[in-house]
């Protein structure tokens, strides 16, 4: 392989120059990405923890993604700078691994770069992986019991079932079932049983002492009765459920 010329050599130098320039402007004009600010500057407050934690939620992820975006700017900043180096000690061009010259096409590409193409280690899959998914997996956190048959207890689906209950943001596309036609039907295994386990449990209602049988006629009881369960029942129509 042909060795680098002097106007490929003196167009890659140009190449680092610039890049080391816009970076440093880069670092001075947001004061390196914006990290040289505290949470609290530019407010009143003594703190930045307010009266709820989420209210400083927006911040503290434009920190971490001030503190991700700082850090990449840094590597390049010192893989440029150790470029820099190579080409006044006469080793740029050449791999660090193999001492193979590295092809001219890829230097105009990355500039920067002290590896050829196959022992560059960005070609490698890293298969590191958070380590919160050591207690994401199974779903539902490390709770799940659905595929324990001998476990019943309340388990981390259950509360999450609890609260979905109540609304989400989800649309029917990201349904556990997508075909749906019911915004109800669209929890986490909408159809099971929720606080009680026979159908006819979330209809039939007593007073405190077991007297006074009522039906309450909601969804479970029509169902119940549609699937021919039990003979209709004749409570008046008005009594009503908070789930109906």
């Known amino acids: 392989m042909e060795p680098l010329t002097a106007e490929q050599h003196a167009g890659l130098a140009k190449l680092l120059l610039d890049e080391k320039r816009d970076l440093e402007e880069r670092f001075s004009a947001n004061a390196h990405f914006g990290l040289g600010e505290s949470l609290a500057e ?18 503290m992820f ?12 840094e590597k390049e900043y010192r893989r440029v700078n150790d470029a820099l180096e190579r080409m006044e000690q006469g080793t740029y061009g050449t791999c660090v ?13 990355l500039p920067a770069t002290s ?27 490390r709770t799940s019991l659905d595929e324990k048959s001998k476990e019943t207890e309340f388990d981390g689906e259950d509360a999450w079932q ?3 209950r109540w609304g989400s943001s989800n649309s029917p596309a990201f349904a556990e079932n997508p075909e749906v036609d019911d915004y109800a039907d669209m929890a986490v ?25 009522q039906v309450i006629r909601n969804r479970a009881y029509r ?22």
């Open 162 to 164: 609890i609260v979905e």
């Open 97 to 109: 691994r193999c001492g193979q010259p590295i092809p001219y096409d890829r230097l105009e590409a």
């Open 42 to 59: 530019g407010t009143s407050e003594l703190s930045s923890y307010d009266n709820h934690p989420a209210d400083v939620g927006t911040e």
């Open 223 to 244: 169902d119940y009765m549609q699937q021919e369960e039990g003979e209709p029942l004749l409570e008046p129509d008005a009594v009503q459920s908070e789930w109906d």
């Open 189 to 213: 295994e909408a159809d099971e049983n929720v606080g009680y386990v026979e159908d006819l449990e979330s209809f039939l209602a007593t007073d405190i002492y077991g007297d006074n049988l």
């Open 115 to 141: 590896f050829c193409y196959e022992h560059s280690p960005e070609r490698e899959v890293s298969n590191r992986r958070p380590i919160e998914e050591e207690l994401l997996d199974p779903p539902f956190g």
């Open 62 to 73: 434009e920190r971490g993604k001030d503190l991700a975006l700082n850090e990449e700017a």
